[in-house]
C-alpha cells in the first residue's frame, strides 16, 4: 500500500474532523475563519458525545448515529444562538476576512500541512506500519474494539481491558473518529 493509495482515507478523515463541527460553528453564527477554526474541536466533541449517549440508550456508534447527532446538535445551538444577547454589535457582523488574510491562511496550512506530511511519510515509511510500543497497541486495539463492539462510549472503553464500573472510563473520542473512519472506508486499524 502507498500513500497516494490511501488519499480517499485521508480526505475521509478530514471530513469526518471538519464537517460536523463546521455545521455547529457556522449554526452557532461563528463566520469564516472562526468557523473553519472551531470546526476540529466541535467535531470532537459531538462525537464524544455522541457516542456515550448512543451507548446509554443503545444505539450502535456509526457515521448515521454521528450525522443525526450533528443535525440535532447544530439544530439546537442554531435555536440558542438565535435568543442569545450576544447577536447584536461585533458578534452579528463580524469583521470581513480580507483576500490578504485568506491568502495567508491558506498558504500557511499549505505549507504546514506538506511539512507535516512529509515528516509523517519520513518517519513511518509505509501507511500500514505500526510503532511497536505498548502505548499504540492499546490505542489500535481500542479502535478495534469500537469496530467490533459499534460502543465507542468513554463510560465503557475500558471494559476491553476487563475492567468495569469507574475503572471502565477511558477518552474515546479519537478512537470513535478512527473508527468511523474504518467504517466509511474498510481501512485496516493500522492505516
Known sequence: MSWWTITPIVVTTAGVMLLPGLLLAVALGFRRLVAVGLAPLFSVAIAGVTAVLASLVGVSWSVLSLLVATAVFSMAGYLVARRSPLRTGAYNSPPKDTVGLLVWAGLGSAVGGVLIAWRTVTLIGNPENIAQRFDNVFHLNAVE???????????????????????????????????????????????
Do not use: C, E, K, R
Request: glycine share 14%.
Open 145 to 191: 474494539w469500537v469496530v467490533s463492539t459499534g460502543d465507542g462510549s468513554s463510560l465503557t472503553l475500558g471494559q476491553m481491558t476487563g475492567n468495569t464500573g469507574a475503572a471502565a472510563v477511558y477518552p474515546a473520542a479519537w478512537h470513535g473518529i478512527a473508527a468511523l473512519v474504518v467504517q466509511m472506508t474498510g481501512a485496516s486499524v493500522p492505516v
